[in-house]
């Protein structure tokens, strides 16, 4: 328990640090650091690893993808940003499973429209999951959280957030290999 508290206090603390500086000056920090300090292999492998740990902090990543994009280019840049986004909805999924799913399960049993949806994720998981991915009206991680204490299996929450993602992601890396091929000119 006091291990559990300390490593709370710890992640405000950061949480708290980053939420100091604006996005922009953070991601202008990250991607000139990419772009001067980090071979592209490496660099690919953190902006999957930053996207996978901004996700359950809830932290913007969208500016990140779009500069994968541009330093990457399209496949590159949505191969990293695409692996980092399903990363982090699978940390937010097993969260949820394992340590929110009884609070969440009580919640959906009080309402018949949750109890409807909870059983059609058993039935039709990967597709439910992937057309929620496909909508930016649904947050991110939140719906992370809340499909993991759904009745959706791993898999299908996986592939379907892994498909639904994929137009988007993509459509921000090729924004950001534009901006740069433009700004080149």
Known sequence: MLVAAA???????????????SVTQRTRWVLHWLDTAVPSGLGCVCVAGFTALGTPLMLTTTPLNVGAGALYGVWLGTAATLVGAVAGAWLCFVIARFWAREWVQRKIRESSSLTALDHALVRGGAGI??????????????????????????????????????PGTSMLSWVGWSLREYSAR
């Open 7 to 21: 490593a709370a206090l710890c992640l405000a603390a950061v949480v708290r640090a980053f939420s100091q500086l």
């Open 129 to 166: 999951v992937m057309l929620s991915r496909l909508s930016p009206l649904f947050p991110f991680a939140m719906t992370s959280f809340a499909y993991g204490a759904c009745a959706v299996s791993t898999w299908d929450f996986l592939l379907g957030t892994a498909v639904g993602l994929a």
